[in-house]
């Protein structure tokens, strides 16, 4: 299948509220990260639409939705993974045309993982059970019989980084709808036109109005208008930490439930005995895919003293061989980072990091002309507590740092406030295993990187967030779990 740039009669700039498409009092500017130049006016909602929205979803869920038995939500489910997957290549390129990712890769990760999530949920959707549970009987008086069923939890309020919208988007809806909760998404301001797309898919699939509500717009405003409205039962985020903390302590006001997926300093440990040229390569993937906006971006490279200088040459040479530009030429392998201030944000960790004392062995500045880019970054000599080994860029910056002992590698990957994943590269079977134990991250990869997927719970220990989506997990995070006890 061709793909090109032009979606020009795709674009959905509208917010999707109780089923209809309408326009915002306002708008706001949604620029292309490769050039610089407006791409749409986005429908900036307001508080008053947040507002419509959460009533939609609670009129839907006191509605035909909340009697809709699993087997129903599921067929729903599915056929909005079919649509996902007939309109594969238009949501590729507008996650390239938004982003500034090279469009191979939505087309690889963002948009494949979102149908295999869609089917995957929609396999929960009339399997969520309760259990029958043996007691002593009630006070001596008399016997018991108990039971418990898992229950939607409501409204649930989805709030979605720029980075991959439509991936993280199916992340939320998918256990959310399975489960039989009602949702009002909250694109990032950078990054809508996906998600607007999907919102398209699920009106064609048939769910009913107010089942699932989109409303674009600022998250100081719409985001935090949706965090706060008591009638929300739950809110499930994923972005950075300083707004994670922020939102947990709005959504604490009134008990909401709460699923935080926030960032990440990820390690990945080269042992002596690594498959160098495997590691090699998964390590510039874990560092440049999606020009390293990524939550689980491994930037911290920790390899054994005897390999050390191999991996830092071998680095900087994936680095140069980058090819930076339009998202749409199938050269390209990094594109854009999103906006301006994030393209300044990574240069002045580079300069940071440059001033720390590291050694810049590739990248190291951005190149002249239009665009947000920065150039594939690697420094090495760098000590673990430096401003650029501890803060997450959330850019194409790696950091190389030198061990001696696997014990010492291990005291290096924990000591970070982070903790979402960690790969290590290792041919021996039990140093895996027993590594893999003693890393605190939540996910912990050996012999490659990002091995995701939507069967597998996903969520940081420490400040990488709290609570896990995906897998069964990602059923529980979004039930209430009542107990019923009849005394007989
Ligand atoms: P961000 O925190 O700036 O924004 C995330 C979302 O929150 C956006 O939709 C934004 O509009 C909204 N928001 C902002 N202020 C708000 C408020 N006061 N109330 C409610 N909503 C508000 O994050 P970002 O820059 O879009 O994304 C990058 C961050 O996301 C990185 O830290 C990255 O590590 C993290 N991330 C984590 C995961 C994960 O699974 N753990 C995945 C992707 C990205």
Redesign the pocket.
Same mark, same amino acid.
């Given at each position: 299948m061709t793909v090109t740039a032009d979606t020009s009669t795709e674009l959905t700039t509208k917010m999707f509220i109780d089923g209809t498409w309408s326009q915002a009092q306002e708008t706001f500017d949604d620029l292309n990260p490769a050039t610089g130049e407006l791409l749409a006016k986005i429908a900036n909602g307001s508080a008053e639409d947040v507002d419509r929205a959460v009533r939609a979803a609670r009129r839907a869920l006191d509605g035909e939705w909340g009697d809709t038995p699993g087997i129903v939500r599921a067929r729903l489910l599915n056929r909005l993974a079919d649509l996902i997957e007939r309109d594969a290549d238009v949501l590729a390129r507008l996650e390239a045309l938004d982003i500034g990712k090279p469009v191979g890769q939505p087309g690889m990760l963002d948009v494949p993982n979102a149908v295999a999530t869609f089917r995957y949920f929609a396999g929960w959707a009339d399997k969520i059970e309760g259990a029958a549970i043996p007691t002593a009987g009630y006070m001596g008086m008399a016997k018991t019989h108990s039971y418990t069923v898992r229950e939607p939890i409501g409204v649930v309020a989805a709030?979605?980084?720029?980075?991959?919208p439509l991936m993280?988007a199916g992340w939320k809806l998918a256990p959310a709808l399975a489960a039989g909760n009602a949702v009002v998404v909250?694109?990032?301001?950078d990054a809508p036109l996906s998600i607007l797309h999907l919102g398209k898919l699920v009106q064609e699939a048939g769910f009913p109005a107010g089942v699932v509500n989109i409303v674009p717009g600022? +998250? +100081?405003v719409t985001?935090?208008a949706?965090?706060a409205h008591p009638e929300v039962q739950k809110v499930s985020?994923? +972005?950075?930490?300083?707004?994670?903390r922020?939102?947990l302590q709005?959504a604490a006001q009134t008990f909401k439930r709460t699923t935080v997926?926030?960032?990440?300093k990820s390690p990945q440990i080269v042992c002596a005995d690594a498959d160098l040229d495997a590691a090699v390569q998964g390590i510039a993937m874990g560092l440049f895919f999606n020009q390293g906006e990524v939550?689980a971006a491994g930037t911290r490279i920790l390899v054994h003293r005897s390999l050390y200088s191999e991996v830092v040459e071998r680095l900087a040479a994936a680095a140069e061989a980058q090819v930076l530009g339009d998202p749409f030429d199938e050269s390209t392998t990094m594109g854009a980072l999103v906006n301006a201030k994030q393209q300044q944000r990574v240069l002045s960790y580079i300069d940071k990091g440059k001033a720390e004392g590291a050694r810049l062995v590739a990248g190291g500045s951005a190149p002249a002309g239009p665009g947000f880019f920065v150039r594939p970054t690697i420094f090495a000599d760098v000590d673990n507590s430096s401003t650029i080994a501890q803060e997450?860029i959330?850019g194409p910056v790696g950091a190389v740092i030198a061990f001696d002992t696997v014990d010492e590698a291990l005291a290096i990957a924990n000591d970070t406030a982070y903790g979402?994943a960690a790969t290590i590269w290792t041919r021996d079977v039990s140093q895996a295993h027993t590594m893999a134990r003693r890393v605190r991250a939540g996910a912990v990869w050996v012999n490659g990187w990002a091995a995701i997927d939507p069967a597998l719970p996903?969520g940081?220990f420490k400040a990488?967030?709290i609570g896990r989506e995906l897998g069964y997990s990602g059923i529980l995070a979004n039930t209430e779990e009542k107990v019923v006890t009849i005394v007989l």
């Amino acid at each position: 299948m061709t793909v090109t740039a032009d979606t020009s009669t795709e674009l959905t700039t509208k917010m999707f509220i109780d089923g209809t498409w309408s326009q915002a009092q306002e708008t706001f500017d949604d620029l292309n990260p490769a050039t610089g130049e407006l791409l749409a006016k986005i429908a900036n909602g307001s508080a008053e639409d947040v507002d419509r929205a959460v009533r939609a979803a609670r009129r839907a869920l006191d509605g035909e939705w909340g009697d809709t038995p699993g087997i129903v939500r599921a067929r729903l489910l599915n056929r909005l993974a079919d649509l996902i997957e007939r309109d594969a290549d238009v949501l590729a390129r507008l996650e390239a045309l938004d982003i500034g990712k090279p469009v191979g890769q939505p087309g690889m990760l963002d948009v494949p993982n979102a149908v295999a999530t869609f089917r995957y949920f929609a396999g929960w959707a009339d399997k969520i059970e309760g259990a029958a549970i043996p007691t002593a009987g009630y006070m001596g008086m008399a016997k018991t019989h108990s039971y418990t069923v898992r229950e939607p939890i409501g409204v649930v309020a989805a709030i979605i980084p720029w980075n991959t919208p439509l991936m993280i988007a199916g992340w939320k809806l998918a256990p959310a709808l399975a489960a039989g909760n009602a949702v009002v998404v909250k694109p990032a301001e950078d990054a809508p036109l996906s998600i607007l797309h999907l919102g398209k898919l699920v009106q064609e699939a048939g769910f009913p109005a107010g089942v699932v509500n989109i409303v674009p717009g600022l +998250g +100081g405003v719409t985001g935090e208008a949706l965090v706060a409205h008591p009638e929300v039962q739950k809110v499930s985020f994923t +972005g950075s930490p300083q707004i994670g903390r922020h939102i947990l302590q709005v959504a604490a006001q009134t008990f909401k439930r709460t699923t935080v997926e926030l960032g990440g300093k990820s390690p990945q440990i080269v042992c002596a005995d690594a498959d160098l040229d495997a590691a090699v390569q998964g390590i510039a993937m874990g560092l440049f895919f999606n020009q390293g906006e990524v939550c689980a971006a491994g930037t911290r490279i920790l390899v054994h003293r005897s390999l050390y200088s191999e991996v830092v040459e071998r680095l900087a040479a994936a680095a140069e061989a980058q090819v930076l530009g339009d998202p749409f030429d199938e050269s390209t392998t990094m594109g854009a980072l999103v906006n301006a201030k994030q393209q300044q944000r990574v240069l002045s960790y580079i300069d940071k990091g440059k001033a720390e004392g590291a050694r810049l062995v590739a990248g190291g500045s951005a190149p002249a002309g239009p665009g947000f880019f920065v150039r594939p970054t690697i420094f090495a000599d760098v000590d673990n507590s430096s401003t650029i080994a501890q803060e997450e860029i959330f850019g194409p910056v790696g950091a190389v740092i030198a061990f001696d002992t696997v014990d010492e590698a291990l005291a290096i990957a924990n000591d970070t406030a982070y903790g979402l994943a960690a790969t290590i590269w290792t041919r021996d079977v039990s140093q895996a295993h027993t590594m893999a134990r003693r890393v605190r991250a939540g996910a912990v990869w050996v012999n490659g990187w990002a091995a995701i997927d939507p069967a597998l719970p996903w969520g940081g220990f420490k400040a990488s967030g709290i609570g896990r989506e995906l897998g069964y997990s990602g059923i529980l995070a979004n039930t209430e779990e009542k107990v019923v006890t009849i005394v007989l």
